[in-house]
Every structure is written in structure tokens, then in C-alpha cells.
Nanobody, 121 residues
Framework: QVQLVESGGGSVQAGGSLRVSCAAS????????MAWFRQAPGKEREGVAL???????IYADTVKGRFTVSQHTTSNTLYLQMNSLKLEDTAMYYC???????????????WGKGTQVTVSS
């Protein structure tokens, strides 16, 4: 079993930055990919970014150039650095872990409870 706990959410002004984190524990040897998803009010959950064990990444077109996903492998911590935040980035951000290099919900076995990110004007 893998446990994921997000942190770092909060309220920021448009154009600002925020970093959210995800601490993984348990059977972390069983996962090879970690990802961030988000869900805005009234919208479906969507993939934001993922990173595999070898450092390969995938970003949603909406966040390319603004967000950076990274990981500290020794501590099994995932990060999402969000810059140039826009109002439409407001969402609950979820950490996920799995074994496949796909930014699709169905590919992830483990999920955190989410951390709220709110962007204001």
C-alpha cells in the first residue's frame, strides 16, 4: 500500500507562484510514476503533469512553460512548482502514483486527498 499526502496549497494572486508537495510512504518501490491532477468546481479531474523514475515528464498543454514537476527520490517527495498562475488554475490538486507513463486517471492506483489552490485577481 502507498500513502500520499499533499501539502502547500493556498491562495495566491494571479501571476504569482506556489509550490505544492506530495509525500509518499509505504510500498513506494511498487510505483514508477507520480503525477499531479486537478479538479476545478463543476469540471472533471484533469491531468496536470507527471514524472517517471527516470525523470521523464509530461505536461498538460495548459500548464506547459508555467509549471514544473520534480521529485526528490530519496525522500519520495513529489513537487509541483506553479508559476505565472492564472485564475483558471484554481482547483483541488491531487497527487497520484502508479506504474504507467500516462497522464490518465485510470492509470493510477494511489491518490492523495488533495490540496486546494486558489488564484485570485
Amino acid at each position: 500500500q502507498v500513502q500520499l499526502v499533499e501539502s502547500g496549497g493556498g491562495s495566491v494572486q494571479a501571476g504569482g507562484s506556489l509550490r505544492v508537495s506530495c509525500a509518499a510512504s509505504g510500498a513506494t518501490h511498487t510505483i514508477s510514476v507520480m503525477a499531479w491532477f486537478r479538479q476545478a468546481p463543476g469540471k472533471e479531474r484533469e491531468g496536470v503533469a507527471l514524472i517517471s523514475n527516470d525523470g521523464s515528464t509530461i505536461y498538460a498543454d495548459t500548464v506547459k512553460g508555467r509549471f514544473t514537476v520534480s521529485q526528490h527520490t530519496t525522500s519520495n517527495t513529489l513537487y509541483l512548482q506553479m508559476n505565472s498562475l492564472k485564475l483558471e488554475d484554481t482547483a483541488m490538486y491531487y497527487c497520484a502514483a502508479g506504474r504507467f507513463f500516462r497522464l490518465q486517471e485510470s492509470m493510477y492506483n494511489y491518490w492523495g486527498k488533495g490540496t486546494q489552490v486558489t488564484v485570485s485577481s
